[in-house]
T-cell receptor, first 115, second 113 residues
Framework: DTGVSQDPRHKITKRGQNVTFRCDPISEHNRLYWYRQTLGQGPEFLTYFQNEAQLEKSRLLSDRFSAERPKGSFSTLEIQRTEQGDSAMYLC?????????????FGSGTQLSVL | GENVGLHLPTLSVQEGDNSIINCAYSNSASDYFIWYKQESGKGPQFIIDIRSNMDKRQGQRVTVLLNKTVKHLSLQIAATQPGDSAVYFCAERGNQAGTALIFGKGTTLSVSS
């Protein structure tokens, strides 16, 4: 596997439930990003890790959202007490430690629908 | 905060024509710009990037132009093909988000045969 992998691809949940998404970055990439994308909009930055350290969080990341990258490899994004407004595509991206660090490689995303 | 926007939400071209997709950015301090292509149900795919110390960069069938004076970025696609149909986003490296990219709203390119 040479790309960013996200699981699941689709998630349907009821309002108030908790959901967790997983992202496996490209193996040699030390930076990992989470973005959210709603229909017709560009991706919006949520948070960013360098290795296991969470270095940046957007104001969009409310206290119901938490992201982890405990071993500096895969990452999880959890949303607690989901709301209908959380319905969106959640994209994960990674970038290499050297050279073109700004170039983000995206996964195919997890489409979340909150009923 | 910074906002990267696009001039047109949609662009329709004939197969074989050249396409130009435009983008205006607001942060004069941005030093890195990138174009992504996104097909339905997929994540954004890298097309080409450019740093602020350049004004033009060419790839395979694509060219990015940067005009820092008017804060304008464009993507030119030569001999547009049906497979080029997608949503195109420009993004800049935003100071307030560290190294995270800030995206605009996107332009939907439709290529007809």
């Amino acid at each position: 596997d040479t790309g960013v992998s996200q699981d699941p691809r689709h998630k349907i949940t009821k309002r108030g439930q908790n959901v967790t998404f997983r992202c496996d970055p490209i193996s040699e990439h030390n930076r990992l990003y989470w973005y959210r994308q709603t229909l017709g909009q560009g991706p919006e930055f949520l948070t960013y890790f360098q290795n296991e350290a969470q270095l940046e969080k957007s104001r969009l990341l409310s206290d119901r959202f938490s992201a982890e990258r405990p071993k500096g490899s895969f990452s999880t994004l959890e949303i607690q007490r989901t709301e209908q407004g959380d319905s969106a595509m959640y994209l994960c991206a990674s970038s290499p430690p050297l050279g073109e660090r700004e170039k983000l490689f995206f996964g195919s995303g997890t489409q979340l629908s909150v009923l | 905060g910074e906002n990267v926007g696009l001039h047109l939400p949609t662009l329709s071209v004939q197969e074989g024509d050249n396409s130009i997709i435009n983008c205006a950015y607001s942060n004069s301090a941005s030093d890195y710009f990138i174009w992504y292509k996104q097909e339905s149900g997929k994540g954004p795919q890298f097309i080409i990037d450019i740093r602020s110390n350049m004004d033009k960069r060419q790839g395979q069938r694509v060219t990015v132009l940067l005009n820092k004076t008017v804060k304008h970025l464009s993507l030119q696609i030569a001999a547009t093909q049906p497979g080029d149909s997608a949503v195109y986003f420009c993004a800049e490296r935003g100071n307030q988000a560290g190294t995270a990219l800030i995206f605009g709203k996107g332009t939907t390119l439709s290529v007809s045969s």
